[in-house]
């Protein structure tokens, strides 16, 4: 298929453009939602040559419905979505949301696709009538701690951390939260910050999973948030908010949180705000010393000083 492909000089950006995207960030919300998507379609769309800007993801999310709720959200496997129907059953319950005159590879539009799927448990894969929620699984908060956003899996959420306001527990790393955690000392209602986790800062944007697998263990991901400019593993429930951007390390408002900072979550409202004056903020960011990486030399060394915003894809700048 991919020699027909070349044959008749069919390419990527004939397939992948803002429509395709947002099929895509379609079925993303009607699955339960994953934060790496946002990365990876940010990145395809800048590849692409295409402007999708991460608020067009929050209003895609408040027109489609929360169909599925697989592991760790809910009870059900990606196995059993497979045998429910799979992704074209889903996209079949979706029809008046996507663009289905589009090419795929297959040779076939959307549409011809989906007319030849149907569900076959509609416990798995559930109608608009019986969504989990009339709203998809991710959300995009904004606010004066993410000026460029930052990502949630809304559907992993319990209903009582859906807003939030505590202290902030500052951490540099994830290790350091990491033993924090571990040692007893982060009690409910804490909001754990773990910062220089984002693509600058780690350097490449490692998953927060040790951390927010640590919390559900615990017991404790129904009364703490997380916060980071890193990501997380799709095993991640709870009220995790990743992605935060500019990170830390692009000397972003995260940057300037010190222990005890107020912060305010709204997953409804898309907000995520750290109770400081404008003018606090950047006093704080700008009595700090520029970020230096520890790699002097070689690839991390290039790709730290070129990688753009978690915001945009984390992609090269140039």
Do not use: W
Not at 143 to 157: F, H, M, T, W, Y
Not at 212 to 230: F, N, P, W, Y
Not at 246 to 252: D, I, L, N, Q, Y
């Amino acid at each position: 298929k991919i020699m027909e492909l070349l044959s008749d000089n069919i390419c990527p950006r004939d397939i992948i453009n803002p429509h395709s995207l947002e099929n895509a960030f379609s079925v993303d919300m009607a699955l339960g939602g994953s934060t790496n998507s946002v990365l990876h379609l940010m990145a395809i769309a800048h590849e692409a040559g295409v402007e999708f800007p991460l608020d067009k993801i929050n209003a895609i999310s408040e027109k489609t419905p929360c169909l599925c709720k697989l592991r760790p959200a809910g009870t059900y496997h990606i196995e059993d979505l497979d045998r429910a129907g799979g992704i074209s059953a889903v996209m079949k319950e979706l029809r008046p949301l996507l663009h289905l005159g589009l090419k795929t590879v297959s040779g076939l539009t959307i549409g011809q696709i989906i007319n030849k799927a149907s569900v076959i448990d509609s416990d798995v894969i559930r109608s608009k009538s019986t969504a989990y929620s009339d709203k998809g699984g991710l959300a995009i908060l904004f606010g004066n701690l993410a000026p460029e956003g930052g990502v949630v899996k809304r559907s992993a959420v319990a209903p009582e951390m859906m807003v939030h306001k505590g202290p902030a527990r500052v951490f540099d790393s994830e290790d350091d939260a990491t033993k924090a955690i571990m040692g007893g000392k982060i009690q409910p209602g804490d909001v754990l910050v773990i910062r220089y986790e984002g693509p600058k800062g780690g350097p490449g944007m490692r998953e927060m999973l040790t951390p927010t697998s640590l919390l559900g263990g615990m017991g404790l991901d129904k009364t703490v948030a997380l916060i980071t400019d890193g990501r997380f593993s799709g095993a991640t429930r709870g009220a995790a908010i990743g992605h935060v951007s500019p990170e830390a390390a692009a000397r972003g408002p995260i940057s300037a949180i010190k222990e005890g900072d107020i912060i305010s979550i709204d997953i409804p409202n898309n907000k995520l705000e750290v109770l400081l004056a404008d003018d606090e903020i950047i006093k704080r960011i700008n009595s700090l010393d520029k970020f230096e990486t520890r790699f002097k030399t070689g690839y991390l060394a290039r790709y730290t000083e070129n990688v753009t915003s978690a915001s945009s894809g984390a992609v090269f700048s140039k």
